[in-house]
């Protein structure tokens, strides 16, 4: 194990790993029922107007009213936002009383920046394997077009100290502290605290560290573009979408891209590093808005209400790295996370049917796929012998990824496991065994969320 | 429907022409004397093809505390069904004063989700006309159908009061109906309605009767102040029930005292339930928290 690395075998012997596995066998299972999204709309298109509370409930009815749930007290519900006003501290309860669920069933928010989705479900998923509960739903929104803007700091302390004081003499002098610039809203952007740099900018960084070339990176945008596409064409999105605002499909999609288009776009990210810019708008995900939700259950609940088992949440891992002065990425944490996860399921990249790599950037990745293919990387960074392998293309995102969908941020998570599960589920057996997929969700603050799905 | 195939109106009417054209008619009447019958309109109006503005639903929706999903608010779409109401009452043959009239109560019944893409064929017509103690009475049914449709979807009927007017040969009822003694209960609600209420919801209704817009306004229609729109009050209500009442439902109001802007409004709505535990119906009353006076009494319920 490298001093540096993070070891793919964690703290645990790789005895104790084994144990480990007997000690989740033990568990019940935590299954996917399936999941209901609204269509993305890219950021100022038809869900402008629409708050997160709103696009979540939305979502969320749908989900209801596709598997019988009116009046059902669900075990407990978790979404989230990433762009959320302080308003929406009950984001996901207040979308819970407003939809069709009875309103005896509890929620609670979750913010783990991209990754809030796929952890709502991991942390549901566990309960359901504990006992705790019986049922649960999964989601997460963002609208990038309704997004809170905050007050300056300047005005915000005004504000706060003319509430504390009592004449009007001292109202009078704490307002004279006013200046002009202090009326300046104060928007969210993506930047990174720490860094000052965007995200983009971040994986500019890592894509040219990677040497990634930009022809890879618009056959990755293509590739979305085109299988997202044909999914849609193939009905695969029917029983995993409601329209919403008059959208049946997601507003970012274009079918009829090319990579000769693609390759007329210029770049907008890296474009002052040493290496040639390679980031454009279509080889990375735009502001979108959205909500997804996933129904989870036990065996046993979802038998009760006759409902479908698509697959097995099986398990995830975190990982987070040190981004803030480049030892890594941005948006490595899931090359670090992913091998950590497999190691601890006692499987390889080979025993994966599924690659659902979220599309933060086609240079994120590609950047991940090159580092476990990296021997030094694998080696140094990751204590194995040698590189943890490469996966094969064909089983990379093969419905489209964030890139042709877009990425409403807390929203990817769930959107990715519905869609897995089904296309698990339609898989079902592969070489005796259930097919296997992994999910891979890089998030702000240098993190990442995987998780491994298999088919019930 | 009663009588006469109803007009077909090519547009939309709209409101503020209505209301232009109301308050000369108003002024004429005051000069010349009323030249219109006793009897109603013999046949209503219809619009076609009506479809809802997305943008005006969610700035509705968010407004009465709906949730902004496809399916059109009950009282959405009498918003939307207002003007060719209001077209009725505007024409030359109805024989109450527009301006001025007081809303007494409203019914809906919702046989659907109506979601905001669909085109709607919109009827309204004017129907019993009749005594009331303190003036004349009258019904406007609207009722609203998927374009090209038969089957009703969504039916209201307002009954409007026009105060003091009395006409030859409708008798008023004998005896005033004896005022219902009214002890609030705890409230599930208190409600803060800003001065711009009747404002904002004008905006999002397109219902810009002036008792509404300003103390100004409202004053020189004889209004102390001006005051909330009944049909925002009501929505708000329908709103706070929420989606246990599910796409078909009745939704009743019958107002009292009016709300004078600004003003906080507590409310009650209780439910009832089968012993199995199936919704029945929600009743809902408000009142003014410092007088104790009742603003409206309502119900949502199974249809």
């Keep these: 194990m490298s001093f540096t690395g993070q070891s793919a075998t964690g703290p645990e012997e790789s005895s104790n790993a084994q144990a480990a596995t007997h000690g989740r066998d033990s568990l019940r299972k935590a299954v996917v029922v399936g999941g209901n999204r609204i269509p993305f709309a890219r950021t100022g298109g038809a869900y402008t107007k629409s708050s997160n509370q709103d696009m979540l409930t939305a979502a969320l009815d749908g989900l209801i009213a596709r598997f019988g749930l009116q009046d059902e007290r669900i075990g407990e519900v978790a979404a989230g936002a990433v762009l959320k006003h302080s308003r929406d501290f009950n984001l996901t309860r207040e979308a819970v009383l407003g939809s069709a669920l009875s309103a005896e069933t509890p929620a609670y928010d979750l913010q783990q920046a991209c990754a809030t989705g796929l952890e709502t479900v991991l942390g549901l998923a566990n309960k359901i394997k504990l006992g705790q509960i019986d049922s649960a739903i999964a989601g997460g929104v963002d609208s990038a077009s309704d997004a809170p803007i905050a007050v300056s700091e300047g005005l915000r302390e005004v504000l706060l100290d003319l509430n504390r004081v009592k004449t009007l003499p001292q109202r009078l002098q704490v307002l004279s502290r006013l200046r002009p610039k202090d009326l300046a809203p104060d928007a969210p952007n993506t930047g990174e605290p720490r860094t ?37 064409d193939a009905g695969f999105f029917d029983d995993l979408l409601t329209p919403y ?7 970012n999609l274009r079918a009829d891209t090319t990579l000769e288009k693609l390759a007329t776009l210029k770049p907008v990210f890296g474009k002052n590093l040493g290496a040639e810019a390679t980031m454009t708008a279509g080889n990375s995900t735009p502001l979108t808005d959205g909500a997804s939700t996933v129904l989870l259950a036990s065996e046993e609940w979802a038998d009760a209400h ?37 190691a601890r399921n006692g499987l390889t990249l080979d025993d994966i049917d599924f690659f659902e790599l979220h599309e933060a950037f086609a240079g994120t990745v590609l950047s991940t796929l090159a580092a476990w293919e990296d021997e030094e990387f694998g080696r140094t960074r990751l204590g194995l012998d040698g590189a943890l392998g490469s996966i094969d293309r064909s089983k990379l995102n093969v419905n489209g990824s964030s890139l042709a969908a877009g990425h409403p941020f807390a929203a990817t998570g769930g959107r990715i496991v519905a869609s897995l599960a089904k296309m698990l589920h339609e898989k079902g057996r592969v070489d005796g065994r259930p097919a296997r997929g992994l999910i891979s969700i890089c998030a702000a603050g240098g993190q990442g969320v995987v998780a491994i799905l298999e088919a019930f | 429907m009663t009588g006469a195939q109803p007009v077909i109106l090519g547009d939309m009417p709209s409101l503020s022409k209505l209301y232009v054209n109301a308050a000369a008619t108003a002024a004429r009447r005051r000069v010349l004397g009323t030249d219109a019958g006793i009897t109603l309109p013999p046949c209503g109006h219809e619009v076609r093809g009506v479809r809802a503005q997305v943008a005006n639903l969610t700035a509705y ?10 399916v059109l608010p009950a009282g959405f779409i009498h918003a939307l069904a207002f003007p060719v109401s209001m077209s009725v009452m505007n024409r030359d043959d109805f024989p109450l004063p527009l301006l001025g009239m007081v809303h007494l109560s409203n019914k809906v019944e919702q046989h659907g989700a109506i979601l905001f893409t669909e085109a709607l064929d919109i009827t309204s017509w004017a129907e019993n006309l009749g005594g009331h103690r303190a003036g004349t009475q009258v019904d406007i049914v609207a009722e609203v159908r998927r374009a090209g449709e038969s089957a009703v979807l969504w039916k209201g009927t307002s009954t409007y009061l026009a105060k003091g007017v009395f006409l030859p040969g409708i008798d ?24 711009d209420t009747g404002r904002a919801y004008a905006a999002v209704s397109g219902d810009f009767n002036p008792i509404h817009l300003s103390v100004l306004s409202a004053k020189a229609l004889g209004l102390r102040r001006s005051i909330a729109h009944g049909m925002y009050l009501a929505s708000r209500a329908l709103a706070d029930v929420g989606a246990v009442k599910g796409d078909s439902f009745r939704w009743d109001v019958a ?8 003003a906080r409004v507590a409310l009650d709505i209780s439910s009832v339930h089968t012993p199995a535990g199936a919704w029945l119906c929600s009743d809902y009353s408000a009142w003014n928290p410092r007088s104790g006076r009742r603003h409206f009494t309502g119900s949502v319920s199974l249809l």
């Excluded at chain 1, 996370?337 to 497999?342: K, Q």
């Design chain 1, 196 to 232: 000052g740099l965007s995200m983009g900018e971040h994986q500019a960084l890592t894509t040219a560290q990677w040497k990634i070339t930009r022809e890879a990176q618009d056959q990755l945008a293509y590739n979305s573009h085109r299988n997202l596409a044909a999914a849609y």
């Design chain 1, 245 to 251: 605002r008059g959208l049946t499909r997601d507003s």
């Design chain 1, 306 to 342: 006759e409902l479908p088992k698509l697959a097995t949440v099986i398990d995830g891992e975190a990982a987070a790295v040190d981004f803030v002065h480049g030892k890594d990425g941005l948006l490595m944490a899931p090359a670090f996370a992913v091998p950590r996860l497999l």
């Design chain 2, 61 to 70: 929706q968010h407004l009465v505390g709906e949730t902004a999903s496809d």
């Design chain 2, 172 to 195: 008023k009822p004998s005896a005033p109906a004896a005022p219902a003694s009214f002890s609030a209960p705890d409230p599930t609600a208190l409600w803060q309605l800003g001065v």
């Design chain 2, 255 to 262: 107002f009292e005292a009016p709300v004078f802007l600004p």
